[in-house]
């Protein structure tokens, strides 16, 4: 396979908990108490191509393919996220190199995120090694909330936290419009999970786009995504980006509103 040039790769963080992390085809194993196993079923959507890419645990670039985050969210059985889905239709539509940089990790409450923290400065330092021999950050898409659902205080704060994480990022890699694509939750691991679907709404920041997980079928734990739902989230995230981020897609969209 000829070599696709390292500089030309257009390259996305993934970052937030277990749904950006993918539990999609995340099974119960019925004969084991508390195991799961991925039932490694790959939509064609998420199949992988010779032009996307992931920045491994490693610290080294390899073809990206489903589970993206296993060596990164290792602690628990990963399985089809929103990741794979987006790049495919990113690539398709720009013609493009995708590098993805997988960083989110299940469980995780907004505190965990904050600078000085291991999973922020972890997430940073991926980032920062991922452009070391060419390539263009072109964005971040950020889905977690789900464990800020539990504690009132939690999730009156959420916003604060949220725009604290948006500042020290930009900050810290010297990108201060880096485009930013979050997900509004659907589901949560508490009673507050409008209170933080509000706070992520209500976020109103240059270049940051919200994208509605409302609506999105859940597994029968009532938490994660389905595989079903994560290509569709996949899609939604890549639109929005095409559509506010990309010179000659924002072009498209606005003919469409003439």
């Known amino acids: 396979m000829e070599e696709i040039p390292k500089t030309s790769k257009q390259i996305f963080i993934l970052s937030g908990q277990s749904n950006m992390a993918g539990r999609g085809g995340v099974c119960k194993d019925h004969h084991h108490h508390n195991h799961q196993y991925w039932d490694k079923l790959v939509p064609p959507e998420c199949q992988p191509h010779q032009d996307i890419f992931r920045f491994s645990a490693k610290l080294h670039w390899e073809q990206a393919h489903e589970p993206l985050h296993a060596d990164i969210d290792s602690k628990k059985v990963c399985g089809v996220g929103p990741g794979m889905s987006f790049a495919n ?140 739902a994560q290509v569709k989230l996949g899609h939604m995230l890549a639109e929005v980006y095409l559509k506010n981020f990309a010179p000659s897609w924002k072009r498209f969209f606005s003919c469409l509103l003439c």
């Open 89 to 228: 239709m990113v690539r398709e539509k720009m013609r493009v190199v995708v590098g993805l940089v997988p960083c989110a990790v299940g469980g995780t409450a907004i505190t965990r995120w904050g600078r000085g923290e291991v999973l922020y400065e972890n997430m940073v330092k991926r980032a920062k090694e991922s452009v070391e021999d060419g390539g263009e950050i072109k964005g971040l898409l950020w889905y977690q909330g789900e464990s800020d659902t539990s504690d009132i205080h939690d999730a009156e704060v959420y916003q604060g936290n949220m725009e604290k994480l948006i500042e020290n990022v930009r900050e810290d890699l010297g990108l201060p419009s880096l485009p930013i694509v979050m997900v509004a939750i659907t589901s949560g691991d508490g009673k507050y999970v409008d209170k933080v679907r509000e706070a992520q709404l209500r976020i109103n920041l240059p270049n940051v786009v919200c994208v509605d997980a409302m609506g999105l079928d859940l597994k029968d734990d009532h938490l994660h995504l389905t595989t079903e």
